[in-house]
Structures are given as C-alpha cells and as structure tokens.
C-alpha cells in the first residue's frame, strides 16, 4: 500500500471537520437514540469502570449510561464544539447517581496530542462508536490505536463499531466521485469513500455536506489489530435494516 500523502490526509480531515461544523446539530437530530449495536455492547461487555468514548457525539451514549446508573467514570471526547455543548445540555437534563462521574472535552484525533485531554489515568476501557472510520490513512489509525492501547491498563479493551454501508442501496447512491473535493483515486487508500449527507430546515431549501469514510474489511481489521497490540476477542454485526450496516468488535490489550 502506497502511503497517502500528508496533503490529501489534510484534506479528507478538513472535509469532516467542516462537515460537523455546518451539520453539528443538524446531524445530532438524527441520532436521538444509541444503535441497537451499542445497546447489545453495553447489556454484554460493559459493567462499570472507568472508560473513555472517542467521539462522543451529542452525548446520546453518557446519557444511557447514566440512566443505567453504571458505577465508574465516563469520559466523553470530541472535536465538534457544537456537539460537546449539546452534549453537556443533554447530560444535564439526567440525575447522575452515586459512584459515577460524566465528563466531556474537546480533543481531535487528528493532533497526536489527544491523549492529554484524558490526563494520566489509566482506563479499563476506550469506546469509538463510528469514529475511527473518519480517520484517513493507515498511518494515522495505527497510531490512533496504539496510543489507544497506551492508555488501557493490562488486560484492558477497546471496543469499537466501523460502518458497512455497502450493505446499504441507499447509502451507496449517496457514493460521490472524488472529483468533487479535486481529489482521485490514486491520491487515496482502497475502502476511501466519499459520500453526501443532505438536510432540509423547515422552510429551507435542502442543503448537501460531504463526509469522507473509510471503509474496512476485515483482514485490515485484524491487521490493524496485530500492528496496535492488540488480540481480537469478540465481534457481531447490528445496525439498519438486515442488521448488518456496523460491525462491532472488542479487541483485548496483549
């Protein structure tokens, strides 16, 4: 695989962050609700500790877990200012009992320094629900990962979900060429995709963002997962119609 170059990684993170910037809130309104994959994850793998949620979102996830009065520590991460806020609103509507503390920051895993956002404790585990599919270049998910891995105590586990949208007719008519952003296919990794997401305020006309996604297979998973140190002990697929649109996966520390 021919390493991307930084300036077409630049690019594809650009295209995301102004993607959330200009749908932040648009886009939380479409996620009220936790996937019944992340659902399944906190009724099987999770029972209290302390964790870490890469992409946090609108805080729909902090706000289940409060509601299941999980003892521990929730620390939710995010790079959109505008869903952090309304994260915080979110949290504030719900009573948090004892033994457990929520917290939200900001952090871009797109700055090697992210890791300082969650200061020197260690977790049991590290959560990314549709996040590291926004990450462009091999590169830049295994050092993702491996740092990931750094801040897991022994025998810790990193669970996360990675979007399968070709399973979807939908969403691959929402597949732009990579045309539109000036960009080709050479300039990109085999899974790269680029696809529209459209809105429509009330009394506006229809206005259209882009997102870049990446789209893994498995045997890169596993790759991914050897390179970081990590051992893949579980996985299932949920989500949309056919329960098939995410595929959910927990990898142990080694």
Not at 127 to 136: D, G, R, W
Not at 212 to 241: N, P, W
Request: charged letters at 25%; glycine letters at 10%; proline letters at 3%.
């Amino acid at each position: 695989m021919v390493e991307m170059k930084q300036e077409t990684i630049r690019k594809l993170f650009d295209i995301n962050c102004l993607f959330y910037q200009s749908f932040g809130r648009a886009f939380a309104e479409t996620r009220r609700r936790i996937q019944p994959g992340v659902r399944r994850v906190l009724d099987e793998w999770i029972d209290g500790g302390n964790w870490l949620d890469l992409g946090c979102g609108s805080g729909v996830l902090a706000v289940e877990w409060a509601k299941r009065g999980l003892s521990g520590s929730y620390l939710g991460l995010d790079f959109s200012k505008e869903l952090l806020a309304e994260a915080q609103s979110n949290l504030s509507k719900v009573e948090l009992q004892p033994g457990l503390t929520i917290a939200f920051a900001f952090a871009d895993l797109a700055d090697e320094s992210w890791p300082e956002a969650v200061g020197n404790r260690k977790m049991d585990g590290v959560l990314a629900f549709a996040s590291m599919h926004h990450i462009p270049g091999k590169e830049n998910r295994l050092r993702i990962l491996r740092q990931v891995h750094e801040l897991l105590l022994p025998r810790g586990v990193f669970i996360h979900s990675e979007w399968q949208f070709q399973h979807s007719p939908k969403l691959m008519a929402r597949v732009r060429p990579w045309s539109s952003v000036e960009l080709t296919e050479s300039e990109l990794e085999e899974g790269d995709t680029l696809l529209d997401w459209r809105h429509a305020a009330i009394g506006q006309a229809e206005t259209e963002g882009l997102r870049y996604v990446h789209l893994f297979s498995g045997a890169e998973l596993q790759e991914l997962a050897k390179e970081a140190g990590f051992t893949i002990e579980r996985e299932f697929a949920s989500d949309g119609t056919g329960d098939r649109l995410g595929l959910y996966q927990l990898w142990r520390k080694a």
